[in-house]
């Protein structure tokens, strides 16, 4: 029996099919170990010992493919062919090792770039060792990355209240949509004229021609900048009369553009289909992998993560056999058309994205795939099929026209272009970011001499234009242009920079959020180095040197550690209040905008003689007065809106007034804490507070609303058989009813105001009948993230033991008090659990349950030989989430 080790279960099934009964295909899902989220998981001195951790779900997955190999002869690990496939066969490797299970089997590493019998019967017969530079490489990124991230982070949250996270791709990401913002901000639009007349031919075909000279100067696109200008010039051109001087036509050739890459994809795919770099790789990823047509599970693309342009000879072939019979031999160049790939580490390069078989059209699959997956492997099959047809031919004329009035002349120019052969663009024309407004346009017939009758002139006054902000498209390519990150990783690094709201996403185009740019002029400042374009890409050379075998990966991260955490360590003392100073200085364009007026940008419009500057507050960074305080005057951090309420005298940063209460005549306040905003009742020690649900935005909150949060929790009644009372409430996680210890979540947020009695009864007898049990009958203890530890960083979590609720993070398990609601459970209280538990008790010991971890090592070139000793190279680095 030979065992083969798959990334998804949907490639096993199809996988096996190909195979037969002599194999048993097994998916990893993905990446099986990590990094954890802690401090010491990578130790630099230790020679960059990594300890790796397995979580419940991958552990069971080894586990299985561990049984399998027992009593198996051969092993192969097939997963995906890059670096991150590379890595999750070598994590599977050293941890089979570590179970003592590979005595007498054969290793084998074998990669194809598609899901068909055919590449896969060709893989199977090519195997291969695990690339053991390609999987240094491949720890080198992931040490990097949590050095920056699990150093750097902690200074932000220590140095700058309410920051988030930082990295080593993701904050250099923020820089350039920071840095556009900042561009915007700091543009002056400027006035300019152009002026267009309308000419006729002496057969009487009209066409249009724009001013380009006057009295023998050239006239730039800014030249005439005020309309005084353009009317003295409109009066010489209704005077002048006209005549060619001159006209040029010229072929022009446009050749097709390249199969698709991993980042060319995401970026049309944005155009053309509205869709996310994430949401992209995902279809993309369901194609790769298969889809059911006709009673057969097939893959219709090759593997979707590469740099690489070029695609095999037969995939070649076919095209070129597609073009001829469907377009005709006049649409096939006389040889095929070869690509060269960018991708400075041909390791890195693999083949384009193509489909898997040219003549499965678009129309023939519309039955079988939904309307992504059928738009996206449209814009793959047509783009693959053009970049081998013939390029098109355009024809562009040039007319240049003199215009004389007197002792004056003036200079016009009038361009057309035609397509004389559409060539490629029959089936595909190339999206664009930014179009030009231009269109094409032909132009009637004209000799040198003729005479041109004018039919009118006009001058149209314009504005200079920002720059404009980024598209995740454009952000992508200038990302791939600076080398700063990996294709693979662009869709990934957007997803965190919204997730951590350093920006949003309107009409397509991506904002720098306040916080973000609090962040970003933080780095720029204090670490300007680890956020510059050139030294961030000058690393991804050197890592790609490390998957190409000419650079030690360890030599990388000493270079690399011995600086930063230099850098690091200037940051030790440094006082707050030197960073806002540096920060209000930095931001003072943004968040003290001169106005309208010219007056004092800074000038308080509380009291009269105040200054406003940036301050720091527990919950981030808000405007105040520097007379506070006397006066209290407040504004949120950015820049100011006129629209929104400020604050007043006794008032806070991040507090907004909605009205009083009714019965009590409390004042009932919207506020922004840590974790979200949050509805208030009165002031005092312990105030009642209600956290805003998801779906309930700040701006559209009423006193009704906010009265009803504050109402909760709800006694809906007492249970029939209990006698003790049933509760609704909205928690952490979303809207439940309770009864004693069994909460039930709801669907929505409405059912805890209008679920009745026998409808929570229902749900309560389901939940304790229907409840996962173990094989002693009591239910499994399954974990909920309560969220990440503020300081130490990893997850906290909350589980069911024997004797209640517990919270756990690395080993320190902390009881619930009774008087705690677990649904409502607040991470601030979960970490004052944890933390009162670990002043007071003795040394930590394993959680129950927790993930194992091990000290793993880097792969000796021989790595994938078997062997039940680990690897003699040193410590290993930890997966992404596939």
Same mark, same amino acid.
């Given at each position: 029996?030979?065992?083969?080790?798959?990334?998804?279960?949907?490639?096993?099934?199809?996988?096996?099919?190909?195979?037969?009964?002599?194999?048993?295909?097994?998916?990893?899902?993905?990446?099986?170990?990590?990094?954890?989220?802690?401090?010491?998981?990578?130790?630099?001195?230790?020679?960059?010992?990594?300890?790796?951790?397995?979580?419940?779900?991958?552990?069971?997955? @080894?586990?299985?493919?561990?049984?399998?190999?027992?009593?198996?002869?051969? @092993?192969?690990?097939?997963? $995906?062919?890059?670096?991150?496939?590379?890595?999750?066969?070598?994590?599977?490797?050293?941890? %089979?090792?570590?179970?003592?299970?590979?005595?007498?089997?054969?290793?084998?590493?074998?990669?194809?770039?598609?899901?068909?019998?055919?590449?896969?019967?060709?893989?199977?017969?090519?195997?291969?060792?695990?690339?053991?530079?390609?999987?240094?490489?491949?720890?080198?990124?992931?040490?990097?990355?949590?050095?920056?991230?699990?150093?750097?982070?902690? *200074?932000?949250?220590?140095?700058?209240?309410?920051?988030?996270?930082?990295?080593?791709?993701?904050?250099?990401?923020?820089?350039?949509?920071?840095?556009?913002?900042? +561009?915007?901000?700091?543009?002056?639009?400027?006035?300019?004229?152009?002026?267009?007349?309308? %000419?006729?031919?002496?057969?009487?075909?009209?066409?249009?021609?724009?001013?380009?000279?006057?009295?023998?100067?050239? %006239?730039?696109?800014?030249?005439?900048?005020?309309?005084?200008?353009?009317?003295?010039?409109?009066?010489?051109?209704?005077?002048?009369?006209?005549?060619?001087?001159? *006209?040029? /036509?010229?072929?022009?050739?446009?050749?097709?553009?390249?199969?698709?890459?991993?980042?060319?994809?995401?970026?049309?795919?944005?155009?053309?289909?509205?869709?996310?770099?994430?949401?992209?790789?995902?279809?993309?990823?369901? @194609?790769?992998?298969?889809?059911d047509v006709g009673g057969e599970t097939v893959g219709l693309i090759t593997y979707m993560r590469t740099d690489g342009v070029q695609i095999a000879g037969e995939a070649v072939a076919a095209a070129r056999r597609l073009i001829s019979s469907d377009y005709g031999a006049g649409y096939l160049p006389d040889v095929p058309r070869a690509y060269k790939t960018?991708?400075?580490? &041909?390791? +890195?390069?693999?083949?384009?994205?193509?489909?898997?078989?040219?003549?499965?059209?678009?129309?023939?699959?519309?039955?079988?795939?939904?309307?992504?997956?059928?738009?996206?492997?449209?814009?793959?099959?047509?783009?693959?099929?053009?970049?081998?047809?013939?390029?098109?031919?355009? +024809?562009?004329?040039?007319?240049?026209?003199?215009?004389?009035?007197?002792?004056?002349?003036? #200079?016009?120019? &009038?361009?057309?272009?035609?397509?004389?052969?559409?060539?490629?663009?029959?089936?595909?024309?190339?999206?664009?970011?930014?179009?030009? !407004?231009?269109?094409?346009?032909?132009?009637?017939?004209?000799?040198?001499? #003729?005479?041109?009758?004018? %039919?009118?002139?006009?001058?149209?006054?314009?504005?200079?234009?920002?720059?404009?902000?980024?598209?995740?498209?454009?952000?992508?390519?200038?990302?791939?242009?600076?080398?700063?990150?990996?294709?693979? =990783?662009?869709?990934?690094?957007?997803?965190?920079?919204?997730?951590?709201?350093?920006?949003?996403?309107?009409?397509?185009?991506?904002?720098?959020?306040?916080?973000?740019?609090?962040?970003?002029?933080?780095?720029?400042?204090?670490?300007?180095?680890?956020?510059?374009?050139?030294?961030?890409?000058?690393?991804?050379?050197?890592?790609?040197?490390? !998957?190409?075998?000419?650079?030690?990966?360890?030599?990388?991260?000493?270079?690399?550690?011995?600086?930063?955490?230099?850098?690091?360590?200037?940051?030790?003392?440094?006082?707050?209040?030197?960073?806002?100073?540096?920060? $209000?200085?930095?931001?003072?364009?943004?968040?003290?905008?001169?106005?309208?007026?010219?007056?004092?940008?800074?000038?308080?419009? !509380?009291?009269?003689?105040?200054?406003?500057?940036?301050?720091?507050?527990?919950?981030?960074?808000?405007?105040?007065?520097?007379?506070?305080?006397?006066?209290?005057?407040?504004?949120?951090?950015?820049?100011?809106?006129? #629209?929104?309420?400020?604050?007043?005298?006794?008032?806070?940063?991040?507090?907004?007034?909605?009205?009083?209460?009714?019965? !009590?005549?409390?004042?009932?306040?919207?506020?922004?804490?840590?974790?979200?905003?949050?509805?208030?009742?009165?002031?005092?020690?312990?105030?009642?507070? /209600?956290?805003?649900?998801?779906?309930?935005?700040?701006?559209?909150l009423d006193l009704t609303t906010a009265l009803k949060l504050l109402s909760l929790p709800r006694t809906i009644g007492k249970h029939p058989e209990s006698g003790q009372p049933i509760l609704a409430n909205i928690g952490r996680f979303g809207p439940y009813i309770q009864h004693e210890k069994t909460y039930v979540n709801l669907p929505n947020v409405q059912?805890?105001?209008?679920?009745?009695?026998?409808?929570?009864?229902?749900?309560?007898?389901?939940?304790?009948?229907?409840?996962?049990?173990?094989?002693?009958?009591?239910?499994?203890?399954?974990? =909920?993230? *309560?969220?990440?530890?503020?300081?130490?960083?990893?997850?906290?979590?909350?589980?069911?033991?024997?004797?209640?609720?517990?919270?756990?993070?690395?080993?320190?398990?902390?009881? @619930?008090?009774?008087?705690?609601?677990?649904?409502?459970?607040?991470?601030?209280?979960?970490?004052?659990?944890?933390?009162?538990?670990?002043?007071?008790?003795?040394?930590?010991?394993?959680?129950?349950?927790?993930?194992?971890?091990?000290?793993?090592?880097?792969?000796?070139?021989?790595?994938?030989?078997?062997?039940?000793?680990?690897?003699?190279?040193?410590?290993?680095?930890?997966?992404?989430?596939?």
């Amino acid at each position: 029996m030979t065992v083969v080790v798959v990334e998804s279960p949907a490639k096993a099934k199809t996988i096996n099919k190909y195979l037969g009964s002599d194999y048993q295909v097994l998916a990893s899902f993905g990446h099986v170990r990590d990094l954890p989220a802690k401090d010491g998981s990578v130790d630099p001195e230790k020679g960059f010992e990594m300890l790796w951790e397995v979580d419940g779900k991958s552990e069971k997955r @080894l586990q299985d493919i561990a049984k399998a190999v027992r009593g198996a002869n051969k @092993l192969v690990l097939a997963t $995906d062919p890059d670096r991150e496939g590379e890595a999750i066969s070598w994590h599977v490797l050293e941890v %089979l090792k570590q179970k003592r299970v590979l005595k007498d089997v054969k290793i084998e590493r074998v990669v194809f770039n598609a899901i068909t019998k055919q590449a896969v019967t060709e893989a199977m017969a090519q195997p291969r060792e695990i690339d053991a530079p390609l999987v240094e490489a491949y720890l080198a990124r992931r040490a990097l990355d949590y050095l920056v991230g699990f150093t750097l982070s902690p *200074v932000l949250w220590r140095k700058l209240p309410g920051a988030r996270s930082a990295g080593r791709v993701q904050s250099v990401a923020l820089r350039l949509v920071c840095q556009r913002e900042a +561009e915007i901000e700091a543009f002056v639009a400027q006035e300019y004229w152009s002026l267009l007349t309308k %000419l006729a031919t002496p057969r009487g075909e009209a066409f249009e021609a724009r001013l380009v000279g006057v009295d023998g100067k050239k %006239l730039g696109r800014l030249d005439v900048k005020t309309g005084v200008e353009a009317r003295d010039l409109e009066g010489l051109l209704k005077a002048a009369k006209y005549r060619v001087a001159a *006209v040029e /036509a010229k072929p022009v050739r446009r050749n097709p553009a390249p199969p698709f890459t991993t980042s060319t994809l995401q970026q049309e795919a944005s155009r053309k289909l509205g869709l996310s770099p994430a949401r992209t790789m995902q279809i993309a990823q369901r @194609l790769y992998e298969g889809i059911d047509v006709g009673g057969e599970t097939v893959g219709l693309i090759t593997y979707m993560r590469t740099d690489g342009v070029q695609i095999a000879g037969e995939a070649v072939a076919a095209a070129r056999r597609l073009i001829s019979s469907d377009y005709g031999a006049g649409y096939l160049p006389d040889v095929p058309r070869a690509y060269k790939t960018k991708a400075k580490n &041909a390791q +890195e390069a693999h083949e384009a994205i193509r489909p898997t078989d040219m003549f499965r059209k678009p129309r023939d699959l519309k039955a079988h795939l939904d309307r992504e997956q059928a738009d996206l492997y449209d814009l793959i099959w047509t783009r693959t099929v053009a970049s081998q047809m013939e390029s098109a031919v355009l +024809e562009r004329t040039t007319v240049d026209i003199i215009a004389g009035s007197g002792p004056r002349t003036a #200079d016009l120019r &009038a361009v057309g272009t035609v397509v004389t052969f559409d060539g490629f663009l029959k089936l595909y024309q190339e999206g664009e970011d930014d179009p030009e !407004s231009e269109e094409d346009k032909r132009l009637p017939a004209m000799s040198a001499s #003729d005479n041109l009758v004018l %039919l009118g002139a006009n001058g149209s006054q314009h504005f200079t234009e920002p720059p404009p902000r980024f598209s995740e498209a454009s952000l992508v390519k200038r990302m791939e242009e600076l080398g700063i990150g990996r294709p693979s =990783t662009y869709a990934a690094t957007l997803a965190v920079l919204r997730e951590r709201e350093y920006v949003k996403i309107d009409k397509k185009r991506l904002y720098a959020e306040d916080k973000g740019r609090l962040v970003t002029t933080f780095l720029e400042r204090y670490f300007e180095r680890y956020v510059e374009y050139n030294f961030t890409a000058g690393l991804e050379e050197q890592l790609d040197q490390v !998957s190409a075998g000419e650079l030690d990966w360890k030599t990388l991260l000493e270079a690399f550690w011995k600086d930063f955490n230099a850098n690091i360590a200037a940051t030790k003392d440094l006082k707050i209040g030197d960073v806002i100073s540096a920060i $209000d200085e930095a931001l003072a364009p943004h968040v003290f905008p001169t106005p309208a007026d010219g007056g004092d940008p800074r000038k308080c419009p !509380s009291c009269a003689d105040g200054k406003l500057s940036l301050r720091l507050g527990k919950f981030g960074a808000f405007v105040g007065c520097s007379n506070y305080p006397e006066c209290k005057y407040t504004r949120p951090f950015g820049a100011p809106n006129p #629209d929104a309420p400020q604050g007043e005298a006794g008032s806070e940063p991040g507090v907004r007034k909605i009205g009083p209460d009714p019965e !009590s005549g409390e004042m009932v306040t919207l506020r922004d804490g840590r974790f979200g905003p949050y509805v208030q009742l009165g002031e005092g020690e312990k105030p009642k507070r /209600a956290t805003l649900p998801k779906g309930v935005a700040p701006s559209e909150l009423d006193l009704t609303t906010a009265l009803k949060l504050l109402s909760l929790p709800r006694t809906i009644g007492k249970h029939p058989e209990s006698g003790q009372p049933i509760l609704a409430n909205i928690g952490r996680f979303g809207p439940y009813i309770q009864h004693e210890k069994t909460y039930v979540n709801l669907p929505n947020v409405q059912d805890v105001y209008e679920v009745g009695i026998n409808r929570a009864v229902d749900l309560i007898a389901e939940k304790i009948a229907g409840g996962p049990r173990s094989r002693f009958g009591r239910g499994a203890a399954a974990a =909920t993230i *309560v969220g990440d530890h503020p300081t130490l960083g990893g997850a906290i979590e909350l589980r069911d033991g024997k004797y209640g609720a517990y919270v756990s993070h690395s080993g320190i398990n902390a009881t @619930l008090p009774k008087t705690t609601d677990k649904a409502a459970l607040t991470l601030d209280e979960a970490v004052k659990l944890i933390e009162a538990k670990r002043a007071s008790g003795p040394a930590p010991k394993p959680a129950r349950g927790a993930p194992k971890r091990a000290a793993a090592k880097a792969p000796a070139k021989s790595a994938a030989k078997s062997s039940a000793k680990p690897s003699a190279k040193a410590a290993a680095k930890a997966p992404k989430s596939r």
